[in-house]
RNA sequence: GCCCGGGUGGUGGAAUGGUAGACACGGAGGACUCAAAAUCCUCUGCCCCCAAGGCGUGCGGGUUCGAGUCCCGCCCCGGGUACCA
């Protein structure tokens, strides 16, 4: 493409303009009304890739509207280092992942800097630098001592081939080692674990006063799976001492239970197990704990994988006094309930298909409606079949029930989450490594603050063999207790990456702090974050981290009281796919944003990325995205041609200004300016990015009609310098360059302007007539008509007349301006 | 499987329950040019020779004067599913 502005010269330029300028870097003491605005910290895969350009164009975008605005924005930048590919790549290479981390950040800083966007690079970090690392460690020993970090033994995936553990997306769907092929299996392993359970209660009411999107707090909602339910005890038949606790939601259909399962992993199950059935039982538990828990939830009828097996046990249903047989199924989980439940299959899904498979009896406790041809009924109606229960509706039943098992001192109504404790542990080197140590006399003791942080050694082996580097390391192991003094053994296992981020934001309000991870003043001043930007995958386990860290922290005094939830305003974008899925490094289809940034430049790809949808939506990139790419490209060179084509010549532009005072053409190109202003400042409000783009793209060529047509010069400077205000977040550069060279100065030092209300009126309307909801005739009319007047010109209408033929009209519907409604 | 989204012209998309398709890409035509590129202008959902008109927002129902938008049931595609981040 020729004859365009020089992209290269001018984006370099102002990218060094910036930065010297310090335009965006924000001191805590700053008198400004203060604004967060944050990106997600990136794990650095390498050069920015187009999920990084759109999530960035959107931060940037904001900093700069918001700067513009007048306030005080705080745009901090930083990487999340640690992580499984640099250790992969160490495995495959030798080369030590610090060297790979590096290079990347560095490749990823590049390639973000040449997009334009802003940061306070003062502020950056990385959560691999020891500086971070001894302050992670020091949040974790704080956890650790309030009791909130806590070891007991959990299953991982364990790949006997590789002899380590391996994480889930290591094992391949059909359950086998992605490296060895061998079936991974799962193991006990004594785990670290943060009590996110203990604020289950407050993780589930605090999504309520978050500006998020409702998805996410659907999701998190449905995530922590709050229930309420009845805990019970079954006494086993023909025992004096055996009982079985079951957790259920619908105490209700008791009277429907026709079997009990336990979950293969219940402690209670070798009990449980009749001799007959030992041999049959242990092969199935074996067989089942293997399996992934996806694949054990399933309801999906698969005859080759077995459900269940009868344990030779007999329960007696506190209803009915019956015997019902004890399962053991692979779909009853032992970390959620009691590890055991009461099957009721006319009421339950799961429970359906399993009675089904092995030829249980089915009895519905509830009358479903006539019309209904499911299998289990979960909805409401008419208790039957129930006895004492029988007539009474669902909820009524549920409170009997449970008063009935109280009073027999058999149970109690209790609250479940679906919420699990969170499982740090991770057996690897490229982590933050756990600071406790393992003393034969004191037990586990956390490492003081003087000794972090602990880092991990560099001289270690990366094999695909044994456990992680960390413990087959000949010294790091062998320590002493900081307490007695004696040999003591070191933990060796690393923390999840996902701890690196549930803090970082908070670091970056005070990120040289040397005595405490982070003033409370300085977090106190700048949070929580105004805007919280990144991808819907992140929409459960990171922000649910990130929320229970800063409680936790808030708790414990590190974070100022008031302040209990870390985002705001959270906005979720869409994905960029290629080929169907999600563009990644580790699926190898990438479009790299950096040669358009030599040819069309970063506005262009920055542009394209605002323009091409919603922002929330996935984006799928095809052959025709080059397209639009050069598009914008083009859009951005007609701006520059009739912004400064008073003073250059440009083919095919035309700038009359007549020296004439105003008329029509100015007072409308106003009118539009004005409508511009207000519609741009709407639709960066909404994240409507795609048509602020639109608004900008049909201003301009309005513009083009009125230069064309002879313009006045007071007028027309108006026009262009306000299109250039509004484009400056979206396209910085050359909106910079414009500027700087019509009026001089800096574009993003200006202040957004505010629209005239006056001017943004309309002063036409086009009135839409509709005879039975179809649209029959269009009238232009003042806004400003009444009822009366718009019914009498509808019916004046021939169009309407004709459409009307003559009969009656029933009913009128009257929406002025734009539509009035006839029945007929 | 379960939880959460999405599906509108040839393409990306626009549309407080009220004119479906703004804006752009692609395509067609024209102007400029010796010619091309670049630029500027016009047209462009489908059916119909044109018009009048009809049909159209994944599929099937429903609510409403009026449904892309709300409700119910499907189909297809994507995200998450606790050790990828």
Redesign the pocket.
Known sequence: ???SYNVKEIEAKWQARWESEGLYQVDNDDPRPKAYVLCMY??PSGAAHQGHVRNYTFGDLIVRYRTMCGEAVLSPFGF?S????AENAAIKTGIHPRFFTDARIGELKESVKRLGAVYDWRRELKSHDPSYIKWSQFIFTKFFEAGLAYKKNAP??WCPGCQT??????VLPDGTCERSGDLVIKRD?E?WFLATTQYAEELLSGLDALEWP???K??QR??I?KSQGTKFKMAIAGTDDLFLEVFTTRPDTTFGMTYAVISPEHPQLDNLTKDAFRAEVEGFRIDATDRS??ER????VNSKVKRGVFTGSYAINPFTGKEVPVYVADYVLMGYGTGAIMAVPGED?RDYEFAKIYGLPIIRTVQPPDDFDGEAYTGPGPKINSDWLNGLDVDEAKAKATEFLVSKGLGEATIQY???D???????YWGCPIPIVNCPNCGLVAVPFEQLPVLAPDDVEFLPTGDSPLASHPTFKYTTCPNCGEEAIRETDTM???VD?SWYFLRFCDPGADTVPFSTEAVATWMPVDQYIGG???????LMYARFFTKALADLGYVPSRIREPFKRLFTQG?I?LG???MSK?KGNLIAPTKYFDTVGADSLRLFHL????PA????W?D?TE??I???F??L??VW?IALGSAES????TIKIEDRAADVRDKEILRLTHRLIAKVSQDYERW?Y??A??AL??FT?SL??YAGSGAQQETFDLAVDTLIKLLAPMAPHISAEIWDRRNGGLVHAEAWPTPDPELVKSDRQ?L?V?I????RD?IEVDPEIGEDAAISLVLASA?VQQALGGKDVK?T?V?LP??V?L?V
Request: some cysteine.
């Open positions: 493409m020729a004859e990136p794990y999340d640690f992580g499984l590919p991982v995936n553990v391996l994480a889930n997306e290591q392993l785990q409702e998805r996410v659907t999701m449905n995530w799976g828990e996806i939830q399933s309801t999906e899904q679906r919420l699990r969170w499982l740090v542990s991770r057996q690897r999840d990456t996902f981020s819907i995958e992140h929409a459960i386990l990171h994905m796919r169907g899925s999600k580790s323009f091409v949808g919603p939506d996935d984006f799928d095809s025709q397209d639009v050069d598009g914008c083009r859009f060179n007609r041609r440009f083919p095919g532009v409507s795609n048509t783009v639109a793209m049909e060529n083009y009609r086009t839409v509709q039975n909801g179809k649209v269009k169009k009913k519907i929406k734009k539509m409604s029945v």
